[in-house]
Antibody, heavy 126, light 110 residues
């Protein structure tokens, strides 16, 4: 059974850097044509795509976050990570990692998220 | 950038009734790139529908998706108490590779 688990600090000071890690179990990041995603949800708001990384290391980011964002993958640890610099109160959110299916699936060329982590709340406050 | 607009923002219905949720894209999107998710309070979203109309594994057949072009619909034929939640549509864009979510529709008990 595929399981994703986010880990990282629950509290970050303004202007500091957030580092989160998502650990995959029940599958290998190196296998399959999956995209490894980060999504966030500000309190009481909707879902916002942050970015994703492919097993090859190729990354794509939300243009609104691109200048502050880095995403990396460590296949030996079966993990992928998010780094978001210059944090502000507007970055306070629940951060989710998710596995993205991308490509030919059950007869259809399609994209969607099939597994999500439980999410981790990150608060930006001094 | 493709925007997704969901309507209504809130839908108040009773168990047993039919729910129709709309997702409109600001420009044409491939139907195979459109997915729907359900989110309950304190939980991660759950995949319901992918490819606009294909139910994900273990999703009851009271959930159905339809649409093409810019207009997509999620229908819940007969609401069960556990269906009251927030629903999001999501689309994938090839160029550049990116995802967008709609702002969500809250389905509440009337």
């Amino acid at each position: 059974q595929v399981h994703l688990q986010e880990s990282g600090p629950g509290l970050v000071k303004p202007s500091q850097t957030l580092s989160l890690t998502c650990t995959l179990s029940g599958d290998s990041i190196s296998s399959g044509g999956y995209y490894w995603n980060w999504v966030r949800q500000r309190p009481g708001k909707g879902l916002e795509w942050i970015g994703f990384i492919y097993k090859t290391g190729s990354t794509y980011a939300n243009p609104s976050l691109k200048s502050r964002l880095s995403i990396s993958v460590d296949t030996s640890k079966n993990q992928f990570s998010l780094t978001l610099r210059s944090m502000t109160a507007a970055d306070t959110a629940v951060y989710y990692c998710a596995r993205g299916v991308g490509g030919y699936y059950a007869g259809v060329w399609t994209y969607f998220y099939d597994y999500w982590g439980q999410g981790t709340l990150v608060t930006v406050s001094s | 950038e493709i925007l997704l607009t969901q309507s209504p923002g809130t839908l108040s219905l009773s168990p047993g009734e039919r729910a129709t949720l709309s997702c409109r894209a600001s420009q044409y999107i491939s139907s195979t790139y459109l997915a729907w998710y359900q989110q309950k309070p304190g939980q991660a979203p759950r995949l319901l529908i992918y490819g606009a109309s294909t139910r994900a594994t273990a999703i009851p057949d009271r959930f159905s998706g339809s649409g093409s072009g810019t207009d997509f619909t999620l229908t819940i034929s007969r609401l069960e108490p556990e269906d009251f939640a927030v629903y999001y549509c999501q689309q994938y864009d090839d160029s550049p590779p990116s995802y967008t979510f709609g702002q969500g529709t809250k389905l509440e008990i009337k």
